[in-house]
């Protein structure tokens, strides 16, 4: 592992459904973020971990739980999926929540909900 | 209020130089990032400014004016590898980024 994973790439889900995406990290960094990129509008927060243990409401949090029980791995679950969830979905990391904070990002992950 | 904006698409010919634009309203800003994305891929940092004045790395150079609320991306010498979408990202004093939605450049040969 170079820097951070993604999975799955990408995947079709039945509205509904309960789904997790899966983000580890291999460079030790503090701070973790999912993002989602729509068509026409910039990355949008959805939540964050400043540190291990901790995490925070972004912009756009509704219908997402995430959770940080350790440095390298960040989850972002959807408890019941929506057609309205269908996007893109960068993981990132950081060495830390501060000034000039440098983001590294995922492939990205695919998500369409039928 | 937080708001970024930035020009949609931008078409040029390989080997000329282009700027992309970008203004931003930001509460609080602390500092101005470039991030270049090509098709299906990751964001990739290009450069942060937090003073103002330009910045140069390589064919690349930025831009930052605080005073104006203004920063712009200038790529010399372009190549067809350089065709992707260039984010313009607002830092605020909370160190919270505000993305625009993209410029996405078009390389022509």
């Known amino acids: 592992i170079a820097g951070i994973t993604q999975a799955p790439t990408s995947q079709i889900l039945a509205a509904g459904r309960r789904m997790t995406l899966r983000c580890t990290q291999d460079?030790?960094?503090?701070?973790m973020y999912w993002y989602r990129q729509d068509l026409g509008l910039g990355l949008r927060l959805i939540h964050y971990?400043?540190?291990?243990?901790?995490?925070g409401k972004g912009e756009v949090p509704d219908g997402y739980s995430v959770s940080r029980a350790n440095t390298d791995d960040f989850p972002l679950t959807l408890a019941s999926a929506v057609p309205s969830q269908t996007s893109v979905y960068f993981c990132a990391s950081s060495e830390g929540a501060s000034g000039a904070n440098v983001l590294t990002f995922g492939a990205g992950s695919r998500l369409t909900v039928l | 209020g937080q708001n970024i904006d930035q020009p949609t698409e931008m078409t040029a010919t390989e080997g000329a130089i282009v700027q992309i634009n970008c203004t931003y309203q930001t509460s609080g800003f602390n500092g101005l990032f470039w991030y270049q994305q090509h098709a299906g891929e990751a964001p990739t940092f290009l450069s942060y400014?937090?003073?103002?004045g330009l910045e140069e790395k390589g064919r690349f150079s930025s831009f930052l004016s605080r005073s104006k609320g203004y920063s712009y991306l200038l790529l010399k010498e372009l190549q067809m590898k350089d065709s992707a979408s260039y984010l313009c990202?607002?830092?605020?004093?909370?160190?919270?980024?505000?993305f625009g939605s993209g410029t996405r450049l078009l390389v022509r040969p």
């Open positions: 460079m030790r960094h503090n701070a």
């Open positions: 400014n937090v003073l103002d």
């Open positions: 971990s400043n540190t291990a243990g901790t995490t």
């Open positions: 990202v607002s830092e605020d004093s909370s160190y919270k980024l505000i």
